[in-house]
């Protein structure tokens, strides 16, 4: 089997700095993803890390360490906007499976 | 990015009907699409997985006769909820993966329709 943990709730300030963390315990680990999903609305695709470090794109950068099984989802420079859920998803088998998510609440 | 089309994006039923739900490929063919159920504030489960041309796989205790999925095209997933009742109702959504994209199938991103919020009286 497989599971994800990560916070269930982070609250921070609008212009501060979150780091979400994921740790994961899965066999046939293929890679490690985040994804974003606003309240009603469908879950969209952030990043995806495969080998070990980090990958940054704009305002979200996301780490791996495949040999410690934990993955984090950084957010720079919070924006009201970013007051979502975020879930982490491994890949296995061909199919994505999902943390239960973490949902931030941004202060103004 | 991949669009993927879902509908009906609300339904509303009595007990005991059936309500189908389509997942549409608009710009690219999905050999794959997974359909996902949401309950409130909670995670995304994995239901099943459809294939092109072949019998759906459904995860661990996911009733196959109860949650109908049909993959006849390479554009096209539909998920029926037969003899719907109220504790199946639920936010589904279906995905799909791009095959154009490199990395192989485990590369983690999933192109989502918007949800269909079913409601069942």
């Known amino acids: 089997g497989q599971s994800l943990e990560q916070p269930s709730e982070v609250t921070a300030v609008e212009g501060a700095i979150v780091q979400i963390n994921c740790t994961y315990q899965?066999?046939?680990?293929?890679?490690l993803s985040w994804y974003q999903q606003h309240d009603g609305g469908a879950p969209t695709f952030l990043s995806y890390?495969?080998?070990?470090g980090l990958e940054e794109t704009g305002r979200f950068s996301s780490f791996l360490s495949r040999s410690d099984s934990y993955g984090y989802l950084l957010l720079q420079e919070l924006q009201m906007k970013d007051s979502a859920s975020y879930f982490c998803?491994?890949?296995?088998?061909?199919?994505?499976?999902f943390g239960k998510g973490t949902r931030l609440h941004i202060l103004p | 990015g991949a669009v993927v089309s879902q509908h009906p994006s609300w339904v509303i039923c009595k007990s005991g009907t059936s309500v189908k739900i389509e997942c549409r490929s608009l710009?690219?063919?999905?050999?794959?699409m997974f359909w996902y159920r949401q309950f409130p504030k909670q995670s995304l489960m994995l239901m099943a997985t459809?294939?092109?041309?072949?019998?759906?796989?459904?995860e661990q205790g996911v009733e196959k006769d109860k949650f109908l999925i049909n993959h006849a095209s390479l554009t096209l997933s539909t998920l029926t909820v037969t003899s719907a009742h109220p504790e199946d109702s639920s936010f589904y959504i279906c995905?799909?993966?791009?095959?154009?994209?490199?990395?192989?199938?485990?590369?983690?991103?999933?192109?989502f329709g918007e949800g269909s919020r079913l409601t069942v009286l």
């Open positions: 995905s799909a993966r791009d095959s154009r994209l490199a990395g192989g199938p485990n590369t983690g991103e999933l192109f």
């Open positions: 899965t066999s046939g680990f293929y890679g």
């Open positions: 890390n495969a080998l070990d």
């Open positions: 998803a491994v890949g296995r088998d061909d199919k994505i499976i």
């Open positions: 710009d690219f063919q999905a050999t794959t």
């Open positions: 459809s294939n092109e041309g072949s019998k759906a796989t459904y």
